[in-house]
């Protein structure tokens, strides 16, 4: 059977088939989607959302090394969380086949930094797959498994936001059903103190040689011979490209299999062309290689360093050939990201936003939206929990410094639960002072709504146990009296609690929560937060005097005009921040 997936679900669908027992990750664009596809397997694949990416690496190799094949799944940055795990594994090898799934964001589409993982397949020496559309991905990712288990290494299988993001006809294929073998202690293969793990690296040398030969004839690497004039090597979606620019007047070598390199078919591909063309994404991975072998190329002296490629790129670098671009008069509105309307987090900024002599470190989250103006309310965006242990260094520095500023720091619900439980941790131990806010939105927003350790739910729809954040951060060793739970939608609750939690000089904690305004509410929702989407705010236009101050809370569901500002009602969801800030009493709420 023939079906349209999208990177990410032919992902899923190439684990199932490959006879995969377990799967767990942290969500991140653009590797999200893999495993939001796995429940639909049923009980033939175990899977689950992690707290963070170590974690979710940690467990899967738990599960290899007790005989059943697994994976875990992550965007970029998450490798470097999952990067202590995933190096020393590398030394160990595998019992079941181990797939690590890394997904690049070349041109920053939704993340921080941009960075090439595969420079960290290299440097961990980790067989390295690339595929470059979703019958790839499919077909990759099954025979991944057998791949790893073959050569006794974990498999990072490397894609791009395209590749995840893009759809293509995929051929569907049986699950291959693997026995899972009696475990059996292996306390030199897998306990790596130091005497072992001096052995174990360089077997591992080994290993990698036998990948290195495995790949010059495997079929993960083809040679496409037309032209021999030029002669284009590269990998992943950038193939695609390539393929489109040059069609029939270049040869390829695709390479599919991208650590080991395959120096052979290399030299061998090179003697044949007159010309050798690297096109590649991101850093000079493969051109590096292929220099290092002796062979002239032209790569990254003609295609950019970072962003995405895509073929008006590559043609215009390798052909010079300009764009075909329509051209217009008229203006592209810029529409910058916003908090939706009725997001919770607005009321909590608002009221931050108004108070002076604030430093405030922000997190990675739908929340770093409140550093936008109007709000301009979070100073800082580093990463994945370091809106507390930032911010604990900031106040210590600060305060060391003779400096009366104090320090907030935000941070959401997931995650907290990511990294930021650490870092309270750390702050409550060196007696910081700085101030913690948890904005717990249920769920994990920014994402598209995946389950955390605190929604009460699992991946696979099982009721679970939620985290109890105010006992969290009590058993940390936040002092009871130091600890505030507020509706971030009444302004009041919040601005008396940070009149009563600034002026301390000892660790102290805020928690907002209130449901995300876009989520499918759950029926804890429901019970705990009766009044949820019931109401919306309308402006009565006679005593409206057109301030703005409504406005500034920088509410998408506002409209302004030079004469007046009008509700959206098909956005209002009723949150009443803009009631609560208007000073004429203009706006009121109503039933839905």
Not at 90 to 115: I, K, L, R
Not at 435 to 456: A, K, S, W
Not at 496 to 510: G, I, S, W, Y
């Amino acid at each position: 059977m023939k079906v349209i997936m999208s990177g990410n679900e032919a992902t899923a669908r190439g684990a199932y088939e490959g006879g995969a027992r377990f799967a767990s990750a942290y969500p991140g664009t653009p590797s999200t989607e893999i495993l939001e596809n796995m429940p639909q397997y049923g009980e033939s694949v175990y899977s689950e959302w992690a707290p963070n990416e170590k974690v979710a690496t940690e467990a899967a190799i738990g599960a290899s090394i007790a005989g059943v094949r697994s994976f875990c799944a992550m965007k970029h940055v998450g490798m470097n969380v999952a990067a202590d795990p995933i190096f020393t594994f590398a030394y160990t090898g595998v019992t079941g086949g181990f797939v690590m799934v890394v997904a690049d964001d070349p041109g920053q589409h939704s993340s921080q930094n941009e960075q090439d993982n595969r420079n960290t397949a290299k440097s961990a020496r980790l067989l390295m797959l690339e595929p470059s559309d979703s019958q790839e991905s499919k077909d990759f990712m099954k025979k991944a498994f057998a791949l790893s288990e073959r050569f006794d290494m974990p498999v990072l299988f490397h894609v791009t936001t395209r590749t995840c993001h893009s759809k293509g006809i995929v051929e569907l294929g049986e699950r291959e059903e693997v026995a899972v073998p009696d475990y059996e202690p292996k306390i030199r293969k897998y306990v790596t103190a130091p005497a072992n793990a001096k052995v174990l690296r360089a077997t591992l040398e080994d290993r990698v040689a036998a990948a290195r030969e495995f790949s010059n004839n495997c079929e993960f690497n083809r040679v496409e011979m037309h032209s021999t004039k030029i002669g284009v090597i590269t990998s992943g979606v950038s193939y695609q490209y390539a393929r489109e620019t040059f069609g029939e007047d270049a040869s390829y070598l695709k390479l599919g299999l991208t650590f080991p390199m395959p120096d052979d078919l290399i030299k061998d591909f090179a003697s044949k062309v007159d010309k050798v063309y690297i096109v590649e994404e991101m850093d000079p991975y493969i051109e590096e290689h292929v220099k290092m072998l002796g062979i002239e190329c032209t790569g990254k002296d003609v295609i950019p360093r970072y962003d995405e490629l895509n073929t008006d790129i590559v043609r215009k670098a390798f052909l010079g050939v300009e764009p075909e671009t329509y051209k217009s008069d008229l203006q592209t509105v810029v529409r910058p990201p916003a908090l939706c309307a009725g997001c919770p987090h607005r009321g909590f900024f608002y009221a931050l936003s108004k108070r002076k002599n604030l430093m405030i470190t922000g997190d990675i989250g739908c929340y770093t939206l409140g550093s936008a103006a109007p709000l301009g309310a979070m100073h800082t965006t580093i990463c994945m929990g370091a809106s507390i242990s930032q911010g604990h260094g900031a106040s210590i520095a600060l305060k060391d410094a003779g400096k009366d500023t104090k320090v907030v720091s935000v941070i959401g619900d997931s995650t907290f639960f990511h990294t930021g439980v650490n870092s309270l941790m750390d702050e409550v131990y060196n007696s910081g002072h700085n101030l913690t806010v948890i904005l717990d939105n249920r769920i994990t927003g920014m994402t598209g709504h995946q389950q955390n350790p605190g929604t009460g739910y699992t991946l696979m729809g099982k009721e679970a146990p939620e985290v109890d954040i105010p006992a969290l951060c009590k058993a940390i060793g936040v002092k009871d009296e130091n600890i505030i739970t507020v509706n971030p939608n009444h302004l009041d609750e919040v601005n008396d609690a940070l009149d009563k939690l600034l002026p301390k000089d000892e660790p102290c904690v805020l928690i907002t929560r209130w449901p995300c305004v876009l989520k499918k509410f759950s029926q804890q929702d429901i019970d705990e937060f009766p009044t949820l989407h019931k109401t919306q705010c309308k402006i009565d236009q006679d005593k409206c005097k057109n301030c703005k101050m409504c406005v500034k809370t920088g509410c998408p569901a506002l409209i302004s005009t030079k004469e007046k500002v009008v509700v959206d009602y098909t956005s209002c969801n009723g949150c009443t921040v803009c009631k609560q800030v208007c000073p004429f009493g203009a706006i009121e709420e109503v039933t839905r």
